[in-house]
T-cell receptor, first 116, second 117 residues
């Protein structure tokens, strides 16, 4: 694909429901990142995958958040029992190697999550 | 303490003029990278320019240049000859490379730039 794609582009859910957000990185990129952008907190790192290494989950705000990356490609971010404070734009990014030098991160268009 | 500080929530610039967006950072890592991203109202994040901590020269990319002052821990973005399409949010970000496994970007709060015709 030409760039990072994310689906859905918009998601409205009710408080307490689970949601899944999907990210398709650029083909050949070994590193994948999830960020969250909200009005109050700005852009925050959530989780980082690099190849077959254990993911860096240090940015996940609670145990309601989890993510997986299957086959080193597609990633799914799952939020269980959503709360209103989870409302934000969830951005996915990928990069070629995930370390050192420029290794530009290319961002997807984001998923706007609204929890009612 | 904030790792990336952007002190200008909003800036105005006249079309065709130059503008400087401020960014200061805080790290004890000797190896790091500094990035600037542009986010138009459409929401996409567009990479503009990169400066590595060991780079001797200030980075330049077309109308964008980075005024890197390592001792002062500042990495200001300079946009020359502003255009109406430059109106957007601008984010400064840092990646610290010294700690294994920590390759995510840490972002500042952003500066909203408005270009006036």
């Amino acid at each position: 694909g030409a760039g990072v794609s994310q689906s859905p582009s918009n998601k409205v859910t009710e408080k307490g429901k689970d949601v899944e957000l999907r990210c398709d990185p650029i083909s050949g990129h070994t590193a994948l990142y999830w960020y969250r952008q909200s009005l109050g907190q700005g852009l925050e790192f959530l989780i980082y995958f690099q190849g077959n290494s254990a993911p860096d989950k240090s940015g996940l705000p609670s145990d309601r958040f989890s993510a997986e990356r299957t086959g080193g490609s597609v990633s799914t971010l799952t939020i269980q029992r959503t709360q209103q404070e989870d409302s934000a734009v969830y951005l996915c990014a990928s990069s070629l190697v995930g370390w050192g030098g420029l290794d530009e991160q290319f961002f997807g268009p984001g998923t706007r999550l609204t929890v009612l | 303490a904030q790792k990336i500080t952007q002190t200008q929530p909003g800036m105005f610039v006249q079309e065709k003029e130059a503008v400087t967006l401020d960014c200061t950072y805080d790290t004890s890592d000797p190896s790091y990278g500094l990035f600037w991203y542009k986010q138009p109202s459409s929401g996409e994040m567009i990479f503009l320019i990169y400066q590595g901590s060991y780079d001797q020269q200030n980075a330049t990319e077309g109308r964008y240049s980075l005024n890197f002052q390592k001792a002062r821990k500042s990495a200001n973005l300079v946009i020359s000859a502003s255009q109406l399409g430059d109106s957007a949010m601008y984010f400064c970000a840092m990646r610290e490379s010294g700690r294994a496994g920590s390759y995510q970007l840490t972002f500042g709060k952003g500066t909203k730039l408005s270009v006036i015709p």
